[in-house]
């Protein structure tokens, strides 16, 4: 599954959609201004530190969709582990 906010609660969706779309503006307007630096990721880094709001906004999100990760493949496994137990149950049932 995608990235995506985890916005559920409705109230603060457009609030932190309007706080995430600020920030990947920024972002993309810093790539802009270093198209074709031989230095550009030397000179990224040295913004992202400068902007620590971002900085914050990037490490949390990592950290959530790492989170998000985790909890999908947990998902799957007990969902797997729950079919393959009905399967045995129904094989047994059946004498196979």
Sequence with gaps: M??????????????????????????GKQLDAL???????????QWLDAH???KAWWAVHKLEDAERIKEEKEREQAEYKS???QFDRLKKELGL
């Design 2 to 27: 995608p990235c995506n906010g985890g916005y559920s609660d409705s109230d603060r969706t457009q609030e932190k959609l309007d706080k995430a779309t600020r920030l990947l503006c920024e972002i």
């Design 52 to 54: 620590i709001e971002l």
């Design 35 to 45: 198209k074709g630096d031989a230095d550009d990721a030397d000179n990224l880094y």
């Design 83 to 85: 079919k393959k137990k």
